[in-house]
Antibody
Framework: EVQLMESGGGLVQPGRSLRLSCAAS????????VHWVRQVPGRGLEWVSG????????DYADSVKGRFTISRDNAKKSLVLQMNSLRAEDTALYYC?????????????????WGQGTLVTVSS | DIVMTQSPHSLAVSLGERATINCKSS????????????LAWYQHKAGQPPRLLIY???VRQSGVPARFSGSGSGTDFTLTISSLQAEDVAVYYC????????FGPGTKVDIK
């Protein structure tokens, strides 16, 4: 069974940093792209960032580009999102998500498994 | 970026009746190389993570009941719940994966 377990969320002041982690199990982690998708309370889903199977392709939503950094460690089956210069509008539930293929877009790139999410609150 | 829109914003349907959700993309998500539509649908219930229902616009994910079906062309798509059950109350999102992923704003489905 695919399991994705996020951690690292919490309350942080604007301008500060936070590091989210995701521990994966139950599948061949190094074969698949993994992503972060967030949901602002009461609003819809927003793709934040993704990394391909071998870290050869990485991309970000414009709203976080230059502030967030995604990385993966295939040996540890883990995904990390380093979030710097946090803003109030980054407040959201952050999901770790498995892609159905190794690439970020195109054939097979839908999201087939989701973690439970970790809540990030940016407030003074 | 490809912008996804959905209609209606919300709908209420009687148990056993049909629910229809529409989704539109700002540009075609049909690949001419393989003739496939790069469109997925997700169900999001309160307090749970989203669940994949459909990919390639019309292929049901394993374990998804047959009352859920998807259809569409290059820019216009439909998710249909043929006979609404109480457990189908949720927000439904379309998402394109032709380019960097984008979601529709969601459609909330309730029981009338």
């Amino acid at each position: 069974e695919v399991q994705l377990m996020e951690s690292g969320g919490g309350l942080v002041q604007p301008g500060r940093s936070l590091r989210l982690s995701c521990a994966a199990s139950g599948f061949s982690f190094d074969d698949f792209a993994v992503h972060w998708v967030r949901q602002v309370p009461g609003r819809g889903l927003e793709w934040v960032s993704g990394v391909s199977w071998n870290s050869g392709s990485i991309d970000y939503a414009d709203s976080v580009k230059g502030r967030f950094t995604i990385s993966r460690d295939n040996a540890k089956k883990s995904l990390v999102l380093q979030m710097n210069s946090l803003r109030a509008e980054d407040t959201a539930l952050y999901y770790c998500v498995k892609g159905n293929s190794g690439v970020l877009t195109g054939s097979g790139a839908w999201f087939d498994s989701w973690g439970q999410g970790t809540l990030v609150t940016v407030s003074s | 970026d490809i912008v996804m829109t959905q209609s209606p914003h919300s709908l209420a349907v009687s148990l056993g009746e049909r629910a229809t959700i529409n989704c539109k993309s700002s540009q075609s998500v049909l690949s001419t190389s393989n003739n496939k539509i790069y469109l997925a649908w997700y169900q999001h219930k309160a307090g749970q993570p989203p669940r994949l229902l459909i990919y390639w616009a019309s292929v049901r994910q394993s374990g998804v009941p047959a009352r859920f079906s998807g259809s569409g062309s290059g820019t216009d798509f439909t998710l249909t719940i043929s006979s609404l059950q109480a457990e189908d109350v949720a927000v439904y999102y379309c998402q394109q994966y032709y380019s960097l992923p984008t979601f529709g704003p969601g459609t909330k489905v309730d029981i009338k």
